[in-house]
């Protein structure tokens, strides 16, 4: 528990800033996706759910990352979205 919550509330160095942004772009560039690509596929996503649910766009989070396929037969890129909502929408019923 306590390894979980030093985790949480450690600090990132500039070094781990780095060297994340080092994976995303490499993953960008296995899958193919350019960064405007994501932008806009950002966009849609923001565009659909801001139907339905209130939601905080500035903490918003889409990634493409890597996970294992479904058959188990290799790694292949994945769309991952944080996305904090903040109320949801009357839905009229």
Do not use: C, W
């Not at 979980?4 to 450690?10: E, K, M, N």
């Not at 995303?24 to 996706?33: G, K, P, S």
């Not at 806009?40 to 659909?48: N, R, S, T, Y």
């Not at 890129?77 to 949801?88: C, D, T, W």
Request: hydrophobic letters at 40%; charged letters at 30%; proline letters at 3%.
């Amino acid at each position: 528990m306590f390894d979980l919550f030093s985790r949480l509330t450690r600090r990132r160095t500039s070094k781990d800033v780095a060297k994340e942004r080092l994976k995303l772009v490499l993953i960008h560039d296995r899958a193919n996706v350019s960064p405007q690509f994501l932008e806009m596929v950002k966009g849609e996503i923001i565009k659909v759910i801001q139907h339905y649910m209130e939601i905080d766009e500035d903490a918003l989070d889409i990634q493409i990352t890597k996970t294992e396929s479904e058959d188990g037969e290799g790694i292949v890129p994945a769309l991952v979205a944080s996305i904090p909502i903040r109320g949801v929408k009357n839905s009229g019923k």
